[in-house]
């Protein structure tokens, strides 16, 4: 059993900068690949990027050159790094994680998700 808070998101100006965080917690378990999602008002949840056990990320298009994660493993926790924000930006972030765990007494993989931290890009 996993949960995953987010924390860092809040109001800034074009051009600012972010970083978010983002912990896992409780019992029985190991994080295998870690990302970032985010969901804009009326759109879809999108991928932001990715990150394997071993480092590998895959950045959506869209922040490539802008943002950065990075993760600790001994510290179950992953972040995010966001510079030269845009308006387009401006969504819920949500951190993602792939958990062999146990849950209900069954181990599998499983996927779990945080609630989700408000970024906000305006002038």
């Known amino acids: 059993q996993v949960q995953l808070v987010e924390s860092g998101g809040g109001l800034v100006q074009p051009g600012g900068s972010l970083r978010l965080s983002c912990a896992a917690s409780?019992?029985?378990?190991?994080?295998?690949?870690m990302g970032w999602y985010r969901q804009a008002p009326g759109k879809q949840r999108e991928l932001v990027v990715h990150?394997?056990?071993?480092?590998?990320?895959n950045y959506a298009d869209s922040v490539k050159g802008r943002f950065t994660i990075t993760r600790d493993n001994a510290k179950n926790s992953v972040y995010l790094q966001m510079n030269s924000l845009e308006p387009e930006d401006t969504a819920v972030y949500y951190c993602?994680?792939?958990?062999?765990?146990?849950?209900?007494?069954?181990?599998?993989?499983?996927?779990?998700w945080g609630q989700g931290t408000q970024v906000t890009v305006s002038s």
């Open positions: 990150i394997t056990n071993g480092g590998t990320t």
């Open positions: 993602n994680a792939d958990s062999f765990s146990r849950r209900g007494g069954a181990w599998a993989h499983y996927d779990y």
């Open positions: 409780g019992s029985d378990f190991s994080i295998n690949g």
